[in-house]
């Protein structure tokens, strides 16, 4: 394999990682604002 193909599937794990961390990150920060609203996210 090459290396610009290493680097390459590098990146994608790295960034598919980072994406899901945001997103989850991002969630959490939503149900936050939204109790303190006083709308809670039926689970």
Known sequence: MSITRQKF???VVLNEKFLTWLA???LLQIEQVLSQIGITPSN
């Open 24 to 26: 989850s990150d991002l």
């Open 9 to 11: 599937c590098y990146l």
